[in-house]
């Protein structure tokens, strides 16, 4: 993703500024070459914030992949410790089983959640290194897996926040892991390449600095709900890109129906490996709420 600038704009303006004193002209030459690394330097920037903006809303929104392993929660008795003994036993297993698909994305899925919790940049890219090796050869013994290739997206994910320019190029990359999950199999994890690639478009800044798109992301959101209505998280990063593009108005017209969903769902994901979940999602319901209710304000021409 290159970072594009508009060199004619430059010429005409050396132009216009160009005089017969040789160092005048020399002063304005030099000065735009700082201009322009400077542009550059600030969207670099930008994009290295909406990624790290984009982690820090998607690390609730994943399903499965959070701290979610329905046959360890009889054996954890901690919710807060549980990513650290997950990663453990999945990396045990991963160096015992190498040839084993399930065993490489498993440890991939682990290496995300364990990185999510890291406090500092060296033991974050650590993690994402180890998951991205894993995904990799998942993706070596099974080209046609679809969670090597969304965990390989997510764990791009993990590393890009630990970098500068390097982002740029793992968005590309995060981008193509979850195009080809959604080719492989668009409703793993709850159709987590469309909602992820979604978040992606949503929160990434947009041409020419980075993928960003508003159509895209409301379509890959749509497909995400659509395809599995039953998740919460699909339907809230929905609503979530409603309210930040100002269609509050949909959002209101589905309050009533959302809070009876969520009412329905509550039963049915229930235990200790859905708690981080229901206490994210009650969260941002009530901030989309918030964030919506001015719609219901009419302006005095209306009521006339």
Known sequence: MAITNCSAGQCSKLKAQYSKEAPAFKLHFERQPINFARGQYRATWSLCFAVWLFFWALSFELGTSRICAADDVARVTSIASRPKRLYDEARARY?????????????GRAAFDLADLSTNDNQRAALAHEGIDACRRGIQLDPKSAAAHYYLGLNYGQLAQTKLLGAIKLVDQMEEAWKTTIQLDPKFDFAGGHRTLGVLYRDAPGWPT????????????????????????????????????????????????TEEFL??????????????????????????????????????????
Request: glycine share 4%; net charge positive.
């Open 95 to 107: 160096q015992k089983e190498t040839n084993s698909v399930e065993a490489a994305c498993e440890f």
């Open 210 to 257: 980075s993928i960003g798109s508003r159509s895209k992301a409301r379509q890959h959101l749509q497909k995400a709900a659509e395809l599995c209505p039953e998740y919460p998280g699909n339907r809230l990063s929905l609503f979530e890109a409603y309210a930040k593009w100002g269609e509050k108005k949909t959002v209101q017209e589905q309050i009533k129906a």
């Open 263 to 304: 009412k329905a769902a509550r039963e049915k994901l229930t235990g200790e490996s859905w708690a981080l979940d229901w206490r994210d999602w009650d969260q941002r319901w009530e901030k989309i709420k918030a964030r919506c209710a001015s719609a219901t304000v009419r302006s005095p021409r209306e009521t006339r």
